[in-house]
């Protein structure tokens, strides 16, 4: 079983079973907005986006298990489990549905909710993301290779990955703090995340999803391109697609423009 701590200030509280970390913001009475991290990251990545709308929505954001101070548990889980994380956090915080929006890794989690937990769901945000994030190969790699030689495997080479280089050199500060973050997670947490984005496959359920969607996908983006978006589109009835000029995490590097889609579809 989950058990979920929290405070407005974003401190961990620890229970029997794992651990999941979460923050909460805005008042209590607004519509309630779900946000989901990307591999590697933590619940900080969306500052921007709950500072922008912290007016119009009750934000909770929390670190995925095995990131930030969410414990992973030492046993392997699949992106059900991730899923059913999100869905312990309504449950813990007497939300009965929540609009979501995963950017990468969360998107894949906002998928599976889409897919199986639609009652959850008012709206739901695909940003960055696609039915599966790659091989399997790749992933099973660098998650041995982060449990053999810990985070500064992948650490070193994460901005080229994350963020063009135009913005890489504009806002170095803010690229050496999401790559330090990155630095510090705990590997084998990051590498059972890893597990997971090697086994993830939902091409197969998409097509079943009916929650009002949204996907952003960023324009210069190599892990998740613009035409992954594209067919996401395509198998979601209804669903829009917006684009910004970013790489693959677009909520940072196009904050403004990302948000902006986000009031204009959830409000």
């Given at each position: 079983?989950?058990q979920?701590?929290?405070?407005t200030?974003?401190?961990t509280?620890?229970?029997?079973?794992?651990?999941?970390?979460?923050?909460t913001?805005?008042e209590?009475g607004?519509p309630c907005?779900?946000?989901?991290n990307s591999?590697g990251?933590d619940?900080?990545?969306?500052?921007?986006?709950?500072?922008?709308?912290?007016?119009?929505?009750f934000?909770?954001?929390?670190?995925?298990r095995?990131h930030?101070?969410?414990?992973?548990?030492?046993?392997?889980?699949d992106?059900?489990?991730?899923?059913?994380?999100v869905v312990?956090?309504?449950?813990?915080?007497?939300i009965?549905?929540a609009?979501?929006?995963?950017?990468?890794m969360?998107?894949?989690?906002g998928q599976?909710?889409g897919?199986?937990?639609p009652?959850r769901?008012?709206?739901?945000v695909?940003?960055n993301?696609a039915?599966r994030?790659?091989?399997?190969?790749?992933?099973q790699?660098?998650a041995?290779q982060v449990r053999r030689?810990?985070?500064?495997?992948v650490a070193?080479?994460a901005?080229a990955?994350?963020?063009?280089?135009q913005?890489?050199?504009?806002e170095?500060d803010t690229?050496a703090?999401l790559?330090?973050?990155l630095r510090?997670?705990?590997?084998?947490g990051y590498?059972?995340?890893?597990d997971?984005?090697?086994q993830?496959d939902?091409?197969?359920?998409?097509?079943?999803?009916s929650?009002?969607t949204?996907i952003?996908?960023g324009e210069?983006?190599?892990v998740t391109?613009?035409d992954?978006?594209?067919w996401?589109?395509r198998q979601?009835a209804g669903?829009?697609l917006a684009s910004?000029?970013a790489?693959?995490?677009?909520?940072?590097e196009?904050a403004?423009l990302f948000?902006?889609?986000?009031r204009?579809f959830?409000?």
């Amino acid at each position: 079983m989950t058990q979920i701590g929290n405070d407005t200030a974003g401190k961990t509280c620890e229970a029997d079973g794992i651990g999941l970390h979460y923050r909460t913001d805005g008042e209590r009475g607004k519509p309630c907005l779900v946000l989901s991290n990307s591999l590697g990251t933590d619940l900080s990545m969306w500052d921007a986006q709950a500072a922008a709308l912290a007016g119009d929505f009750f934000f909770v954001r929390y670190d995925t298990r095995g990131h930030g101070q969410s414990a992973s548990g030492g046993a392997p889980f699949d992106i059900g489990r991730l899923g059913l994380d999100v869905v312990a956090l309504l449950d813990h915080l007497d939300i009965a549905r929540a609009a979501f929006c995963g950017i990468s890794m969360g998107g894949l989690i906002g998928q599976w909710l889409g897919i199986h937990e639609p009652r959850r769901l008012t709206r739901l945000v695909l940003a960055n993301t696609a039915a599966r994030i790659g091989g399997a190969a790749p992933w099973q790699l660098r998650a041995e290779q982060v449990r053999r030689d810990g985070m500064a495997a992948v650490a070193d080479g994460a901005a080229a990955r994350w963020f063009t280089p135009q913005f890489i050199a504009r806002e170095a500060d803010t690229v050496a703090r999401l790559v330090g973050i990155l630095r510090s997670q705990d590997a084998g947490g990051y590498a059972a995340c890893c597990d997971v984005l090697a086994q993830t496959d939902l091409h197969a359920g998409v097509g079943t999803i009916s929650v009002p969607t949204l996907i952003i996908a960023g324009e210069h983006d190599p892990v998740t391109t613009l035409d992954d978006g594209r067919w996401l589109q395509r198998q979601i009835a209804g669903a829009r697609l917006a684009s910004v000029p970013a790489s693959h995490i677009s909520n940072v590097e196009a904050a403004d423009l990302f948000t902006a889609q986000l009031r204009t579809f959830l409000l």
